[in-house]
């Protein structure tokens, strides 16, 4: 049974950072590219970062360059995303997701999602 499990949420004030950290079981972690969303109230989930499966390449939304990193550990089965200068609009339930396609017995996308942790920015 795949499970994703978010920790390091919480309130932080503008200009402050989080680390937030993705623990990850029940499935060969090395083989999934891991990513980052998040969801605000009263809007729609968005991406925020991606990693590929070496943790060479990383992906961001515009709205996050140069403040937040993604990265992984695959020994430890982890992602991880370093959020720094945290704005308001960063305040969301964050979401790791893990992402991979099978080509084997057919071409298939596997995907598991965690439950979210809260993270808020006072002004």
């Known amino acids: 049974q795949v499970q994703l499990v978010e920790s390091g949420g919480g309130l932080v004030q503008t200009g402050g950072s989080l680390r937030l950290s993705c623990a990850a079981s029940?499935?060969?972690?090395?083989?999934?590219?891991m990513g980052w969303f998040r969801h605000a109230p009263g809007k729609e989930r968005e991406f925020v970062a991606a990693?590929?499966?070496?943790?060479?390449?990383?992906y961001y939304a515009d709205s996050v360059k140069g403040r937040f990193t993604i990265s992984r550990d695959n020994a430890k089965d982890t992602a991880n995303l370093q959020m720094n200068n945290l704005k308001p609009d960063g305040t969301a339930v964050y979401y790791c997701?893990?992402?991979?396609?099978?080509?084997?017995?057919?071409?298939?996308?596997?995907?598991?999602w965690g439950q979210g942790t809260q993270v808020t920015v006072s002004s």
């Open positions: 029940g499935l060969t972690f090395s083989a999934y590219t």
């Open positions: 990693i590929t499966r070496s943790g060479s390449n990383a």
């Open positions: 997701k893990a992402v991979v396609i099978a080509v084997a017995p057919d071409l298939n996308v596997y995907d598991y």
